[in-house]
């Protein structure tokens, strides 16, 4: 079996385990069906996510022109509290900006070996989660753009990690159970005053199960220092796959290169 494409971030439906779908060029290859195969991954080219061109990936699935210029990949995106258009002032494409900052948000804690918060529209819930490879997360609070919710979260990361560290996740060797919505009482306080108000408490916790588990060790690889890989798939959590031997790929750091994907035996 032969697939090729362009890479997107895989595509996952919460179920137990999590389900995957690798998306080259809008086919999806379910992954959870090639656990144990062997399978070979070659890079051929670029194709970035917003000008289609083949020009080496800069960041985010972009090449460095569209990086820069894109309003997909604006400061916003990163920086949720630089947020503007409530203000109706653009950054680099207003209409586009009110797409994406003037729609209900959720502040959460979520855990991936450490408790982290972050910041999601309301229509990414759960994936966003499970791209990360959270094994728990609860929502703290609810806002109505991402410029409210993004300066919930600034408060709140000087007193809690904000980013996934990648490799402690991974590893998977953590508690089976953090309580979350203890860490919520405890940080109620560092709530920004005048967004008291979005304080959300007594929410679900979602719990995550991915077809993964705790590898020897933790190594990763990349397309640009190993354009052609082969390996046996053993596991997938977050948007990483899980190789024997303990080499890992980050399907998303991958997006807008092109591929040729074959399943060996
Ligand atoms: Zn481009």
Redesign the pocket.
């Known amino acids: 079996m032969q697939f090729q494409g362009q890479i997107l971030k895989m595509t996952s439906y919460n179920d137990q385990p999590i389900q995957y779908y690798l998306n080259l060029s809008g086919d999806l290859i379910h992954m959870n069906e090639l656990l144990g195969r062997e399978i070979s991954i070659k890079h051929t080219g670029y194709q970035?996510?917003?000008?289609?061109?083949d020009?080496t990936i800069y960041r985010m699935g972009?090449?460095?022109?569209?990086?820069f210029e894109?309003p997909y990949a604006s400061d916003t995106i990163i920086r949720p509290e630089l947020s503007t258009a409530h203000l109706g002032i653009g950054e680099r494409d207003l209409d586009v900006e009110k797409q994406i900052q003037l729609q209900p948000h959720t502040v959460y804690l979520a855990y991936t070996g450490d408790v982290k918060v972050g910041v999601t529209r309301n229509s990414q819930i759960p994936t966003r989660w499970i791209d990360q490879g959270a094994t728990f997360a609860l929502p703290i609070a609810r806002t109505e753009n991402r410029y409210e919710a993004g300066m919930i979260e600034v408060a709140l990361k000087e007193h809690l990690a904000d980013k996934t560290n990648w490799r402690k996740m991974l590893q998977d060797d953590f508690e089976d159970e953090v309580d979350l919505a203890d860490f919520q009482k405890k940080i109620k306080e560092y709530f920004p005053e005048d967004f008291q108000k979005f304080y959300s408490e007594g929410e679900n916790m979602w719990k995550f199960d991915y077809p993964f588990s705790k590898p020897e060790k933790v190594t990763s690889f990349t397309l640009d220092k190993n354009p052609e890989f082969t390996g046996k798939l053993v596991g997938i959590k977050g948007q990483y796959l899980a190789f024997d031997g303990g080499n890992f790929m980050n399907v998303r750091g991958h997006e807008?290169y092109v591929i040729e994907m074959k399943i060996l035996n």
């Open positions: 970035c996510v917003n000008c289609a061109l020009k972009f090449c460095k022109s569209c990086f894109s807008g």
